[in-house]
């Protein structure tokens, strides 16, 4: 199956690229620029950052990233469990 998830997170590219590849360190991973590919067997995952600059909230300036995970021949409990899992890595920066 193909799934396409989009989400704003709070961090800069360097912020959240670091616990990106955290959380993807038993995976076969390659990063290209601000682009990472996920292989596994017929499986493959693009998560790509584009960072969106910074959001006034009061007197606070905060950077904002977006992320784009692009799953291929996923389960939907495969999916969940990937996202489960980044989450878990991205709770430290507070998301």
Known sequence: MEFN?????????REILRELIQALGHLNFELKGDTVFVT?????????LVYEGERHLGLLDLPM????????????AE?????KHLQQHMQRLGQ
């Open 5 to 13: 998830i989009t989400h704003d997170m709070q961090g800069t590219l």
């Open 40 to 48: 596994d067997g017929s499986k493959s995952l693009k998560v790509e």
């Open 65 to 76: 990233t977006e992320v784009k995970y692009a799953f291929s021949g996923y389960s939907v």
């Open 79 to 83: 999916k969940d469990a990937f996202m």
